[in-house]
């Protein structure tokens, strides 16, 4: 069992930066042996992909419209995740949601075991 608790969201002008966390506190298995992601949801939106990252955190993938802006990183001694988010855009406005799951790095929401309530993301422009 994993709990997942985000933090961070707010709200910030195009351009801006914001970093995301999320603490993990898991049962069983240690936390770093999760691969973890970020996805997050736009009103009347399905949810998206944005990032993710291997157990060691050598691995990572992020959708294409991120690339280059966003970093998400791990520190497993912390049990937590980051998401760094700058030149933000009006189209990053959404609900952020962490999520873990025990294979690999996936873009599917489905293969996530885990997940966080959300923190809202709003970018004025």
């Known amino acids: 069992q994993v709990q997942l608790v985000e933090s961070g969201g707010g709200l910030v002008q195009a351009g801006g930066s914001l970093r995301l966390s999320c603490a993990a506190s898991?049962?069983?298995?240690?936390?770093?042996?999760?691969?973890m992601g970020w996805f997050r949801q736009a009103p009347g939106k399905e949810r998206e992909f944005v990032a993710a990252i291997s157990w060691s955190g050598g691995n990572t993938h992020y959708v294409s419209s991120v690339k280059g802006r966003f970093t998400i990183s791990r520190d497993n001694a912390k049990n937590t995740v980051y998401l760094q988010m700058n030149s933000l855009k009006p189209e990053d406005t959404a609900v952020y949601y962490c999520a873990a799951n025990q294979g690999g790095i996936s873009t599917r929401w489905a293969a996530y075991d885990y997940w966080g309530q959300g923190t809202q993301v709003t970018v004025s422009s």
């Open positions: 898991a049962s069983g298995l240690p936390f770093s042996s999760y691969t």
